[in-house]
T-cell receptor, first 115, second 114 residues
Framework: GAVVSQHPSWVICKSGTSVKIECRSL??????MFWYRQFPKQSLMLMAT?????????EQGVEKDKFLINHASLTLSTLTVTSAHPEDSSFYIC???????????FGPGTRLTVL | GDSVTQMEGPVTLSEEAFLTINCTYT??????LFWYVQYPGEGLQLLLK?????DKGSNKGFEATYRKETTSFHLEKGSVQVSDSAVYFC?????????????FGRGTSLIVHP
């Protein structure tokens, strides 16, 4: 149980286009999901906390107009990278907290490459 | 604030060698402690966890004991395999702040040679 999926697993796009990444909790409902960014050989950097039915909470230094987060249901959160540029190329990972437990489950990640 | 310090890698071992990856933490409350593993090109998988002092988490031959007196949660395995090559992240989650957002260490790369 407690499986989190992401789609797509990798995406290549042209500079200036927008890319949407989906994060789904497959067998539980998650009121809170998290989006991380990971640069090569580095740890995870929390970008934002996604709350179902309300606005996301962004970490300092993360542009909310650049990285749009929508958590429309208890099993789905989406991250849209708007007007992507090569510097946005990275590995994006989502996680979901199992309600009632102090534990998070991570998706397999999405590799974004912006040409 | 909360923090996690891991030994720097890469750690390079021969197959069947003993593994220790050190992890120490600072926290204001009583955190839960975790080890996650990340295989190349993949997301994080929970390897093991411990929720209170003296608890021992174990999974797939890996073990770690929550030591409150030394604020440590060192990861050990008696005999590593090539398939254990990955990056290992120590993390804590301190519910005292109410957010449950984990604090990660920088990760330690493990390379196991045949």
């Amino acid at each position: 149980g407690a499986v989190v999926s992401q789609h797509p697993s990798w995406v290549i796009c042209k500079s200036g286009t927008s890319v949407k990444i989906e994060c789904r909790s497959l067998d539980f409902q998650a009121t809170t999901m998290f989006w991380y960014r990971q640069f090569p050989k580095q740890s995870l950097m929390l970008m934002a906390t996604s709350n179902e039915g309300s606005k996301a909470t962004y970490e300092q230094g993360v542009e909310k107009d650049k990285f749009l987060i929508n958590h429309a249901s208890l099993t789905l959160s989406t991250l849209t990278v708007t007007s992507a540029h090569p510097e946005d190329s990275s590995f994006y990972i989502c996680s979901a907290r199992l309600p009632g437990y102090n534990e998070q489950f991570f998706g397999p990640g999405t590799r974004l490459t912006v040409l | 604030g909360d923090s996690v310090t891991q030994m720097e890698g890469p750690v390079t071992l021969s197959e069947e060698a003993f593994l220790t990856i050190n992890c120490t933490y600072t926290a204001t409350g009583y955190p839960s402690l975790f080890w996650y593993v990340q295989y190349p090109g993949e997301g994080l998988q929970l390897l093991l966890k411990a929720t209170k002092a003296d608890d021992k988490g174990s999974n797939k031959g890996f073990e770690a004991t929550y030591r409150k007196e030394t604020t440590s949660f060192h990861l050990e395995k008696g005999s590593v395999q090539v398939s254990d090559s990955a990056v290992y992240f120590c993390a804590l989650s301190d519910p005292a702040g109410g957010s449950y957002i984990p604090t990660f260490g920088r990760g330690t790369s493990l390379i196991v040679h045949p």
